[in-house]
């Protein structure tokens, strides 16, 4: 059965230099774009795969062949983190309850059940907020019913304490919240290594193996 609900996936169009920094070094900045590239196109697999009523990529930058059909695009707005999460959901809130994803965990499409309780059926039966922890101290996923960019405007972003910080704004606006399962995210090449061993099929792990044995070769 299709959820009511709107997914959104909010990316970076992967262009050297512009996307996941972080993997620099070892990773060249060509390459940790083809990693990133790969992560969105297995984020926008897992995307396809949902049961949703709508698909929506918030994208900074311009959509490139790695876009399938199926989503509507929309531009980021604003200048922090938290302000380009509000407006995602401020661009969703006409539409009933909204779920936002970023392209940092490419493992969704091998393994669905991460969000499957977000995308039920009965999803939003006495829930307000669908919240999902990230391992680095962030969420990787954030669910709600009653999209509310006021929600998060003003959440302190990037540091290890702003899952806690986010998911306390929605307690204390009185809301109920029900967590989702604490997933890795990819920011560092330790991080890509691991996600890559979860998820041994997608693009990002076949990606990860290609370079890694040139990224091995050049540190020797």
Do not use: N, Y
């Not at 060249?28 to 897992?46: H, N, V, W």
């Not at 876009?67 to 401020?90: M, Y």
């Amino acid at each position: 059965m299709t959820s009511t609900a709107t997914l959104l996936v909010i990316a970076k169009a992967p262009v050297p230099g512009r996307v996941k920094t972080r993997l620099t070094p070892p990773f060249t900045p060509a390459e940790a774009a083809r990693l990133a590239e790969a992560a969105l196109r297995d984020t926008l697999d897992a995307a396809l795969a949902a049961p949703v009523r709508r698909r929506l990529l918030v994208l900074e930058g311009a959509p490139g062949p790695w876009l399938p059909a199926g989503f509507d695009v929309v531009r980021q707005r604003g200048d922090g983190l938290d302000e380009r999460l509000a407006a995602a959901f401020e661009d969703a809130a006409a539409d009933g309850p909204a779920l936002l994803v970023g392209m940092d965990t490419p493992q969704l499409a091998a393994l669905p059940g991460l969000l499957a309780p977000a995308l039920a059926p009965d999803a939003w039966q006495e829930c307000d907020a669908w919240f999902g922890p990230a391992e680095d101290g962030g969420f990787w996923a954030l669910g709600l019913a009653a999209p509310d960019p006021a929600l998060l405007r003003g959440v302190p972003m990037s540091t290890p304490f702003t899952g806690a910080a986010q998911r306390a704004r929605l307690t204390e606006a009185g809301l109920r919240v029900r967590d989702l399962p604490r997933v890795l995210d990819v920011d560092t090449a330790r991080d890509a290594e691991r996600v890559a061993a979860l998820a041994p099929g997608g693009r990002f792990a076949a990606e990860h193996r290609r370079l890694t044995p040139a990224v091995r070769g050049g540190a020797a």
